[in-house]
T-cell receptor
Framework: EAQVTQNPRYLITVTGKKLTVTCSQN?????MSWYRQDPGLGLRQIYY???????DKGDVPEGYKVSRKEKRNFPLILESPSPNQTSLYFC???????????FGNGTRLTVT | QQQVKQSPQSLIVQKGGISIINCAYE??????FPWYQQFPGKGPALLIA?????SEKKEGRFTISFNKSAKQFSLHIMDSQPGDSATYFC??????????FGQGTTLQVKP
């Protein structure tokens, strides 16, 4: 089944403790992206990647890192999480920038 | 200029009624306008999309109306059903294929 898989689905952590949210797609998509969803703010792009080893900042990149060492994987790294990063995170992928986005089922992160 | 403004934030409609969600944009360089549907616990999924050279697109009970001069577009759900209860996001595609999303509308269809 074609899908974008995120792990974990739920994560509770404390301020400053490094964490990684994994994202993997099995559709051989070149484009991958991370979004955060907050009430009243919609979906905001954190980082995106056009292909392996090519990443760029989105609208809200502060406090986040990404890497794209393999085509299928695009992990999101929070090196020192803070409470304002409490949010619902989505990974998405597409064949290219002009193709529909396929989203994962989300990771709900709480930072205390 | 990169914003997409969506309204209303929430909407309650009776079964069989028409649900209407509106979006407005500023950037005339946007070239593609999709709508995404999101059920609880799931990621958004593409529902229907339109390009700015078309004024209307219909797929089943879902219709996008596009007004290029007013820089507005809307989603109409005809004969709304309880199964349509979800959050809806409009979006617009700009530079480098980047999607700018609206704030989202939570639709509840009452039986």
């Amino acid at each position: 089944e074609a899908q974008v898989t995120q792990n974990p689905r739920y994560l509770i952590t404390v301020t400053g403790k490094k964490l990684t949210v994994t994202c993997s797609q099995n559709m051989n998509h070149e484009y991958m992206s991370w979004y955060r969803q907050d009430p009243g703010l919609g979906l905001r792009q954190i980082y995106y990647s056009m292909n392996v080893e090519v990443t760029d900042k989105g609208d809200v990149p502060e406090g986040y890192k990404v890497s794209r060492k393999e085509k299928r994987n695009f992990p999101l790294i929070l090196e020192s999480p803070s409470p304002n990063q409490t949010s619902l995170y989505f990974c998405a992928s597409s064949l290219g920038t002009n193709s529909p986005l396929h989203f994962g089922n989300g990771t709900r992160l709480t930072v205390t | 200029q990169q914003q997409v403004k969506q309204s209303p934030q929430s909407l309650i409609v009776q079964k069989g009624g028409i649900s209407i969600i509106n979006c407005a944009y500023e950037n005339t360089a946007f070239d593609y306008f999709p709508w995404y549907q999101q059920f609880p616990g799931k990621g958004p999924a593409l529902l229907i999309a339109i390009r700015p050279d078309v004024s209307e697109k219909k797929e089943g009970r879902f219709t996008i109306s596009f007004n290029k001069s007013a820089k507005q577009f809307s989603l109409h759900i005809m004969d709304s059903q309880p199964g349509d209860s979800a959050t809806y996001f409009c979006a617009a595609r700009g530079e480098k294929g980047k999607l700018i999303f609206g704030q989202g509308t939570t639709l509840q269809v009452k039986p």
